[in-house]
């Protein structure tokens, strides 16, 4: 892990009630919501590997 944040209180209830809102498109299945947020995640990082890579190369 590379970027560990601190979320304060209301942070935190924010983020539970998207995660709960998540998990319920997935039928409760928790599991099922965390891999798709895996992959979700893995085409953003990809995402944005290549714009980072464009900005160094018009350094």
């Given amino acids: 892990m590379d970027h560990i944040v601190?979320?304060?209180s209301r942070q935190e209830a924010a983020l539970q009630a998207i995660a709960d809102?998540?998990?319920a498109q997935h039928k409760g299945?928790?599991?099922k919501?965390?891999?798709e947020m895996i992959v979700?995640?893995?085409h953003l990082q990809e995402r944005l590997d290549v714009?980072?890579?464009a900005r160094r190369a018009t350094r």
């Fill in 33 to 35: 919501a965390l891999k």
């Fill in 29 to 31: 299945d928790a599991v």
């Fill in 6 to 8: 601190t979320l304060d």
């Fill in 51 to 53: 714009v980072e890579g």
């Fill in 40 to 42: 979700l995640n893995g």
């Fill in 21 to 23: 809102k998540f998990i």
